[in-house]
């Protein structure tokens, strides 16, 4: 079914709200999953709603707890999320941290034990508000390690997500906003094409075994599991371990090892380093050169028929596209929805009525 954008984050505020969170978090996240729909990241959309809502209910995700600091030295902060909603404590955190790079040019922050952080380029945005650049290195410690290390066969990683975030350099340009995970796919897309019978893109996945597959139910055929790969092999596979290390024992938030209790909801951690341009000398000249730089990429000639485009530039096409003509929520994503929401206790014609189905 197509919803429109706005009905459905009504309909989504509505449910964290019946699943106990106070109204303004319960818009900063409704907010936050709509526009991962808008930008093209279903998996981390509207999806997830229902998970958060049933983690409330399990008492693994605090719906109104806030960012505290732990520790603050010179240009350092470290924030304990208190399994809060990373859509809220995480925006509470980057602020410290953006506070931080404007009285010294630089903000580092490590944010341990938070629900997930959604789309890291969520935090990307926040800093480039404010006119900084920001990069995030986080790690994702949900149930076993889904990512294989490179020549693995076994998983050792979360989906490891990095974002590298640079304000518009041109008056009312557009921001670079580069952000994915370290995984040669996102795992929500092996779920749903297990669900549709369908194979996922070549070197993707493997099987228990280490031989490569297209098959979805490698992962979720019951069987013994097998591992998405990282992207860019041994590059991707490196990235993903750094994740774990800045973002999982940086912060003190724990990484994807049998220690590390995995049962606790979608547990995210998260480095991040928060950078004034304007504190290296010329800003103008720093704006033109990478202004130039990016105009200079642009010109290179398509090699078929797509333009050649810059991180960002994607998930702003597909916005204006979705903005116009509504949200595709599968059917089965709206009964899981529905289904989360009538155990948390707001009824599924409620719910309906509000989304607009
Ligand atoms: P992806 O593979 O779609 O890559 C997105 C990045 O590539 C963006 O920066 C985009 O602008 C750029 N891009 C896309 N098409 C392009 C093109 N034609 N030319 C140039 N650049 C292009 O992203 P993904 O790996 O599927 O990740 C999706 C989202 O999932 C991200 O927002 C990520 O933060 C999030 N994520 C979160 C977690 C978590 O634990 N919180 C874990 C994994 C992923």
């Known amino acids: 079914m197509l919803l429109r954008a706005e009905k459905l984050q009504t309909a989504i505020a509505r449910l964290m709200r019946v699943a106990g969170t106070e109204p303004a978090a319960a818009d900063v996240v409704a907010a936050d999953l709509l526009e991962a729909n808008l930008q093209g990241h279903d998996s981390h959309g509207v999806q997830l709603a229902g998970r958060y809502a049933l983690n409330i209910l399990a008492g693994k995700l605090k719906p109104n707890a806030t960012a505290q600091v732990v520790r603050q030295d010179g240009a350092i ?95 009312g340009g557009a921001p670079l906003i580069l952000d994915f995970a370290t995984s040669a796919l996102a795992i929500g897309k092996v779920r749903v094409a297990h669900a549709a019978g369908k194979q996922v893109p070549e070197g993707a996945l493997v099987d228990h075994a280490g031989k490569p597959t297209t098959d979805p139910a490698s992962m979720y055929g019951g069987g013994p599991r097998g591992a998405l790969l990282p992207f860019g092999g041994h590059k991707g596979s490196g990235l993903a371990l750094i994740c774990e290390i800045l973002g999982g024992a940086l912060t003190g938030g724990g990484t994807n090892q049998p220690g590390t209790p995995n049962d606790r909801g979608i547990v995210n951690g998260m480095f991040t380093i928060v950078v004034d341009p304007a504190r290296f000398g010329d800003l103008d000249a720093y704006r033109a050169e990478a202004a130039a730089m990016v105009a200079h990429v642009k010109t290179s000639a398509p090699g078929g028929d ?43 014609a409620e719910l309906a009525a509000l989304a607009g189905v």
């Open 306 to 348: 797509q333009p050649v485009l810059v991180a960002g530039e994607q998930e702003q096409l597909t916005k204006a596209e979705r903005l116009a003509h509504g949200i595709y929520v599968p059917d089965a994503t709206w009964e899981e929805l529905a289904a989360a929401a009538a155990e948390v206790g707001l009824d599924r």
């Open 77 to 171: 902060t470290v924030v304990d999320g208190g399994m809060g909603f990373g859509q809220v404590v995480g925006r509470q955190a980057m602020d410290l941290a953006i506070a931080a790079a404007r009285q010294s040019g630089v903000g580092l922050l490590a944010l341990r034990n938070v629900h997930h952080l959604g789309r890291i380029g969520a935090y990307g945005d926040r800093a480039v508000a404010a006119g900084m650049l920001s990069i995030h290195f986080v790690n994702a410690v949900t149930g076993p390690a889904v990512v294989a290390p490179f020549r693995g066969s076994q998983s050792r990683f979360g989906t490891n997500p990095i974002c590298i975030a640079v304000p518009a350099t041109t008056p």
